[in-house]
T-cell receptor, first 111, second 117 residues
Framework: QKEVEQDPGPLSVPEGAIVSLNCTYS??????FMWYRQYSRKGPELLMY??SSGNKEDGRFTAQVDKSSKYISLFIRDSQPSDSATYLC???????????WGAGTKLIIKP | GAVVSQHPSWVICKSGTSVKIECRSL??????MFWYRQFPKQSLMLMAT?????????EQGVEKDKFLINHASLTLSTLTVTSAHPEDSSFYIC?????????????FGPGTRLTVL
C-alpha cells in the first residue's frame, strides 16, 4: 500500500463547476499538507499549504485536512479552463521534511 | 511567493557527455534543496537531498557517482549527469526548502528537460 493514495483521473468537468480533489494517507505522523499544480512540462507550483487539521481558503481554492480520517481535499470553485492541469498532493512529517507525493490527478475543465 | 530558477530549461546532448543543471533560489536562502526526476505522466521521484556545505543524501537506487550534486551556497545547487545515456533522458526538477516558524514547504524550479541522443 502506498503511503499516499490519489486517483490519477482524468477528471473532466464543465467550466464553472466545483471541483473536488482528494488524497488519503496512512502515516499518522504527517503534519504538513500541500497541494501543488503542475502544467505540462513545468515544475509544480505550490497552491495551498496547511499545517495539521482544518480548512484554509485562498480565493477560489479551499484546502481541507481531516487527520482523524487521514484524508485531505482541495476544492476549486468556479472552475476555469486555465485550471486544467495535474494536481498533486504532498505531505511531510515534522521530523522529516521530505515530501511524500500522491500520483497526481489530471483535471480537465471543458469550456 | 518564493522563486526558484533552473538552468537550462532544456538540453540535448550526445551519449557519453556530462550535463550540469543549476538550481537557484532567487529571493530566499535554502539550506536544503531537493532534486527530482519525473517521467511522462508520472509523479515526482525524489533523487537526492542536498544540504549546503555537506554531501548530498541519495535515495535508494540512485547512483551517486552518476548524478553528482553540489550545494555550494545557500542559493545554488547543481546536478551533474555524468556520462549521460539515453535512459537518463527525463525531466529533472529541483526544489528549495523554505522553513520558517509557521511554514515548512518546498518551492520548485521550472524543470529541465534532458534528452540524450
Amino acid at each position: 500500500q502506498k503511503e499516499v493514495e490519489q486517483d490519477p483521473g482524468p477528471l473532466s468537468v464543465p467550466e464553472g463547476a466545483i471541483v473536488s480533489l482528494n488524497c488519503t494517507y496512512s502515516n499518522s505522523a504527517f503534519q504538513y499538507f500541500m497541494w501543488y499544480r503542475q502544467y505540462s512540462r513545468k515544475g509544480p507550483e505550490l497552491l495551498m499549504y496547511t499545517y495539521s487539521s482544518g480548512n484554509k481558503e485562498d480565493g477560489r481554492f479551499t484546502a481541507q485536512v481531516d487527520k482523524s480520517s487521514k484524508y485531505i481535499s482541495l476544492f476549486i470553485r468556479d472552475s476555469q479552463p486555465s485550471d486544467s492541469a495535474t494536481y498533486l498532493c504532498a505531505m511531510s512529517a515534522w521530523s522529516n521534511y521530505q515530501l511524500i507525493w500522491g500520483a497526481g490527478t489530471k483535471l480537465i475543465i471543458k469550456p | 511567493g518564493a522563486v526558484v530558477s533552473q538552468h537550462p530549461s532544456w538540453v540535448i546532448c550526445k551519449s557519453g557527455t556530462s550535463v550540469k543543471i543549476e538550481c537557484r533560489s532567487l529571493d530566499f536562502q535554502a539550506t536544503t534543496m531537493f532534486w527530482y526526476r519525473q517521467f511522462p505522466k508520472q509523479s515526482l521521484m525524489l533523487m537526492a537531498t542536498s544540504n549546503e556545505g555537506s554531501k548530498a543524501t541519495y535515495e535508494q537506487g540512485v547512483e551517486k557517482d552518476k548524478f553528482l550534486i553540489n550545494h555550494a551556497s545557500l542559493t545554488l545547487s547543481t546536478l551533474t549527469v555524468t556520462s549521460a545515456h539515453p535512459e537518463d533522458s527525463s525531466f529533472y526538477i529541483c526544489s528549495a526548502r523554505m522553513g520558517t516558524a509557521s511554514t515548512d514547504t518546498q518551492y520548485f524550479g521550472p524543470g529541465t528537460r534532458l534528452t540524450v541522443l
